[in-house]
């Protein structure tokens, strides 16, 4: 049933077994495997059946870390959640999201990446992606590369798979959660989907061992309570941590955070454009229909994109990353400086600053200097002049088209306690602190980034196929890296109370009744989209309230 | 006979970005190059916050300035009021570019190549590279209406039929269809609402209607 928060007598107190605090991706998920159980269900959702502004600016806050989307937008607040921005094209006018399962050395404790493990390995999660693929629907289940190609429209590129391996991410379509799964949700007996109703704050008993009841408030100014024996935190990765912190009436510092940690390490993939590859046989396009675009393989949407292999992960001690290259038809001129690269030398530097002196039509101020610079670094200087010129002829006589690959990264950022959601000063129109976050990534990242695309190079001169030019460079960070709208880690999930925030079993760790579900329990990221982990994840816990609670 | 126009709704609009993703991939439109774009400005005063978000694309002028600067007539208007191009007459001059007041014109430098169909066995028909070095722009999916047409559906009204930005706003900030039909969804929008259009001082006479933030 579904019910308009605004409607709801002013202070009254709603009574249920389970309530579920945001309806986005984990909080349909579980309400949707609560449908007919032996509980009762209040859903909670802040927006609307749709996104709307008023709501949306609830979700304005600060970033004064590594340049982000402004928060309003990043994440839509109404029924759905961010399914409602899965808009990646799978074909035939339908849009979805990329996924795929985190891999096995994901879960591991890795010495070369701090505060990195996971409380269980992925065999406990297998029997659950299984499930979240059958609920994602992007069934048959698996992803192993035999399972998904054709040896003769869409080969694999013949690379030595203990170095580069070539994995599948498959695409689920936005419809079932948005069109089927809402409606049953919608439809269900047990259920009451609250909506324009934002939980403000989470009361607990004096020595917050347990929730009593958490108090919603409406934009028209009603507010109302609700009472259950247990709530799930499934807000997304940024408002876990908010509303966890805003929590402060009976734990100074916010519910579940005695040792720090929530709002801490903050998560995002890595997502950037750089280098090109360029294919030593001009037909190549055609053999990699694989990688080139989403293509449907049994029914379901999916796309080969190149990896590290474990094996090299390990030996290198490099976090994990992906690389997608899509292919482009570009005037030979275009890519020009791939092959003569600028050069900034001394000399060259210093017959620049001569030239503009002139150009302005005075003396430079020491000119004997600069002259003495030139001299000393006259192969840079003649290989500058060499190259330029070779540019200018070949952008006027080459009107040849190129076929070649752009390179797309994604790439697992490394878990940093500095990069961290923290209650801003501003406050929003319930007088609640807004967000204020620091997003910061360490060069482990970068470096990774760099030497992985170095091995992928390697790999594919190796074999012949072409050859790669990788222009990032390790100390700089590539312009410009951006996120790929997925919150994680900021609720991490470890059986220490010392180092997380919640247990496997993602309760919060010293009260008995408060779960959190979504990407803020991963305690690393991997490369692949969180999605069908987080389905997976709230699958595991609706077994798990099933097993402990008999709902 | 139809005249498509197109009403934004700036009290709702979220400045989600999702028609400008979805225009992106729908038209192969190369990373360099935006047929839609989003303007968005913030007001605080205090802990009070005002977002505003325009998204903004081809105008489809009843009279474009594009259209008269075009040395080869590669760009068009249909019967429908649609600005098109013609990608086998442009040049690419760059002269439709500096002449729309709009910023919603650029030439493609580079352009990628969709292979999918490929792999189904069907010819492969988004070969793109005849499309480096000319201009392209919104054209309102026409493809999709006259198809929806053919087929009997109405655009505005029927998903299939409208443009995708339209049909995949998240917030149903977008609405589309036939100004000079009085009982369409569009006319009863433009009629019950406060509309401005963006400098309409030009004598552009854009289609592109937006109805404002009055908060703001």
Known sequence: MEVDGRTIAHDKNLQTDICIIGAGTAGMTLAHTLINRKCKVILLE?????????????????????????????RPRGFGGSTNRWFLAMGENHFGARMRPLDSIDFEKRDEIPYSGWPFDKTVLDPYY???????????????????????????LALDQKT??????????????????????????????????????????????????????CLDGGRFQVSAKIYVLACGGIENARLLLLSNKQQKDGLGNQYDLVGRFFMEHLHFHSGLFIPTDPFLFQKTALYNAVHWIKGVPILGKLALSEHMLRKRKLSNYVMQ??????????????????????????????????????????????LL???????????????????????????????????????????????????????????????FLNWRFSPIEIRSAVQSQEIIADELKKTGIGQLFVTMIDALKPHPIYGGWHHMGTTRMNDNPKQGVVDQNCLVHGVSNLYVAGPSVFPTSGYANPCLTIVAMTIKLSEHLKKYFGY | MARWAMVIDLRKCIGCSSCIEICKQVNNVPPENEWRRLVEHTAKEGDNVKRWFVTMNCMHCVNPPCLKVCPTKATYQTKEGIVDIDHKQCIGCGACVLACPYKARSINRRSRMSC????DGSKVEVEMHEHIGICRKCNFCKSLIE????????????????????????????????????????SQILSQNKIVRILEELGTNPVVHYIPDDEI
Not at chain 1, 329 to 335: A, E, G, K
Not at chain 1, 343 to 352: I, R
Not at chain 1, 379 to 393: A, D, E, M, P, Q
């Open chain 2, 116 to 119: 999918y169909e490929r792999i």
């Open chain 2, 147 to 186: 198809t929806g047409l053919k087929n009997g559906l109405q655009p505005g009204k029927d998903p299939e039929a409208t443009p995708m930005c339209v049909r995949y706003c998240i917030s149903e900030a977008l609405a589309f269809g036939n100004i000079d039909d009085p009982n369409s969804k569009i």
């Open chain 1, 325 to 370: 290259i899509k292919p482009l038809i570009t005037p030979y001129s275009s890519i020009l400086n791939y092959f003569y690269p600028a050069m900034e030398s001394h000399g060259v530097a210093s017959l620049k600053a001569f030239r503009n002196s002139l150009l302005r039509g005075k003396v430079p101020a020491e000119p004997g200097k600069l």
């Open chain 1, 164 to 217: 580069v391996e070539t994995v599948i991410f498959k695409f689920g379509s936005r419809e079932p959660f948005l069109k089927d799964y809402a409606k049953e949700i919608i439809k269900a007996k047990n259920i009451k989907l609250l909506l324009h109703a934002t939980v403000t704050d989470i009361e607990a008993t004096e020595n917050t061992q347990k929730i009593t009841r958490v108090h919603a408030s």
């Open chain 1, 130 to 156: 299984k499930r979240a693929e059958d609920f994602c629907k992007i069934t048959p289940s698996g992803f192993q590369l035999e399972d998904w190609h054709d040896p003769k429209k869409t080969p694999p």
């Open chain 1, 373 to 435: 610079d030139i001299r000393a670094d006259a192969k840079s200087v003649f290989l500058t002049g060499y190259r330029n010129l070779n540019k200018k002829v070949l952008r006027h006589l080459s009107k040849k088209n190129l076929h070649v690959y752009t390179l797309h990264h994604m790439s697992e950022q490394t878990p940093n306690p500095e990069s961290q959601v923290m209650l801003g000063l501003q406050k929003d129109v319930f007088g609640k602190n807004r967000i």
């Open chain 1, 46 to 74: 802040s927006g609307g059946l749709k996104p709307d502004k008023e709501s949306q600016i609830l979700s304005f806050g600060e970033n004064i870390g590594h340049q982000y989307f402004p928060l309003d937008t990043a």
